[in-house]
């Protein structure tokens, strides 16, 4: 197949280019390197897929509906990840994320009902549950109390995917992913800021008195269920891809001391805004539909992220 993938120098998307050329599917990727984190990162990682045989990249801005629209000619999916992804983020500049979440999502989606694509897959979010008190959330439940702009923006995809399907038939499926982490991560997620401040020993930062729970979902795990929807390409869907499994931030913590062989200073802070107590998936959905398999505990996970840190980083 040949894929436009948006977002594909972030951290998902890089990972996603990785998989879906190793199968021999041809990759666009789309991304115009927006300095919300270090961009030296994202070169990094389109690096690694330079001279890889069917990667080509654009760099190029989905708010750029020339550059966009020329970009998606002929290919059979589109794959949108590209996005403003840090939810703290969304408190100090809610006019980019406007822009960029929905107007951006919004090009996205009328440029594949134009072209006739046949398929669009794109990120939404766990945010979408905002206070939920119901765990395992599930699909089927209410998503009216997002505690961000973010998660408003993810939920306002999902609505605005219905509405192209019901309208224009176009094609989707929206995949709600669970705090994402692996090598290459995201600068701004809290493994990173756990072992940045725990390798310079630092005091380590952790929100909500420790008291917090989430669905940490390994990278690989996350590609595999991306690259499920890509093939069965459903007319409408939401799928959560989460691991399946409610950890405690603390012990998540107590993994990154393992894997670095050294005990943290803690400064237990309270909750940020936009922060929600809890999360977790209820991935029943995505294994029935999609063949959905998460495999990697936080005990295989975190070693892998710490080992690619130390690598690239060169501690
Ligand atoms: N990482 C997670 O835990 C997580 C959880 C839920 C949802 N998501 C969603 O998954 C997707 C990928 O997240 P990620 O963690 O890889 O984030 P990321 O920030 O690493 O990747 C997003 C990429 O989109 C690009 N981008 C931003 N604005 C753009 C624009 N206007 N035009 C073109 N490219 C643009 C960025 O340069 C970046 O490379 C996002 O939509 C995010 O909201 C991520």
């Known amino acids: 197949m040949k894929i436009l993938l948006t977002g ?4 998902i998307g890089f990972h996603t280019a990785k998989a879906l050329l190793a199968r021999g599917d041809e ?18 990682r389109v690096a690694q897929l330079e001279g890889v045989k069917g990667w080509t990249l654009i760099r190029g801005d989905i708010l750029d509906r020339d550059t966009l629209r020329k970009a998606m000619q002929g290919v059979d999916r589109v794959c949108h990840l590209a996005a403003l992804a840090g939810v703290r983020y969304s408190f100090e500049h809610p006019d980019e994320y406007i822009d960029i979440n929905i107007r951006g999502f919004f090009n996205v989606i009328e440029e594949v009902h134009q072209q006739k694509i046949p398929g669009l897959i794109y990120a939404s ?26 998660g408003m923006n993810k939920k306002d995809n999902e609505l605005m995917a219905f509405t ?6 176009v094609r989707s499926t929206g995949l709600r992913f669970f705090t994402v982490y692996g090598p290459w991560g995201r600068p701004d ?3 990173f800021l756990f072992t940045e401040a725990l390798l310079k020993d630092q ?8 008291k917090m729970q989430r669905d940490f979902t390994f990278v690989d795990d996350i590609v595999q269920g991306i690259i499920a929807s890509i093939d069965k390409n459903y007319d409408y869907e939401i799928f959560n891809l989460g691991c399946g499994k409610q950890e405690e931030l603390m012990e998540y913590v107590r993994m990154v001391e393992v894997s670095c062989g050294k ?6 802070m309270p909750m940020q805004p936009g922060d929600v107590r809890a999360s977790s998936a209820d991935i029943s959905k995505a294994q029935r539909m999609l063949g959905f398999d998460p495999k990697t505990t936080i005990a295989k996970g975190v070693p892998q992220f710490i080992e690619w840190y130390r690598s690239y980083y060169k501690i």
Do not use: C, W
């Open 27 to 44: 990759v666009i990727g789309y991304d115009n390197f927006t300095p919300y984190y270090d961009p030296e990162l994202k070169e990094a």
């Open 125 to 150: 979010s766990s945010s979408v549950y905002g206070n939920t008190q119901k765990f395992p959330s599930s699909e089927e439940d209410r998503t009216d109390s997002q505690q961000s702009l973010y």
């Open 8 to 11: 594909a120098a972030g951290f």
């Open 203 to 210: 005091p380590l930062n952790i929100f909500g008195e420790g």
């Open 164 to 169: 192209y399907h019901a309208t224009h038939g």
């Open 263 to 268: 005990e943290a200073k803690k400064n237990f």
């Open 189 to 191: 997620m809290a493994l």
